[in-house]
């Protein structure tokens, strides 16, 4: 099966039709998505000015990070069940979407920093765990963090305004 049948196929189901057509569904899943996307880049974002020594400097790192990251996971599975929600609806309009392209290239590279940072940078963090300004690679990840997430609003609101 090509990407295109795929894509065709799942918007000829009986959900897509209702998310695409009806009056309710679309709405409350796109209000959905915007509040857990704003509880998951919220959350993100506090960890990350702890990592630049901006914020919360008397916490330590470990700390927030344990105290946020449930609520990032939680809000991160809502956010990408109503995204797919929303993509069903007309999937090949949103497959070939620059902007849709680009918020998921800069999704990819917001993992691909968490990654690096709790497999490589937070390895240590034992040792600077309650510095007020961490080092410079957590720093670093903290910035792109930020970066990376503000990319993914702006070209999220790209598509809503492309499609």
Partial sequence: MSITEFLQALESTAFATAVREGAILFPFAESLHVVALAFVIGTVVFVDLRLLGLASRNQPVTRLTNDLLPWTWGAFVLAAITGLSLFSSTPERYFTNTFFRWKFFFMFLAGVNMLVFHFVTQKNVKEW?????????????GALSILFWACVIVFGRWVGFTL
């Fill in 129 to 141: 765990d309650n510095d007020p300004v961490p080092p410079t690679p957590a720093r670093v990840a």
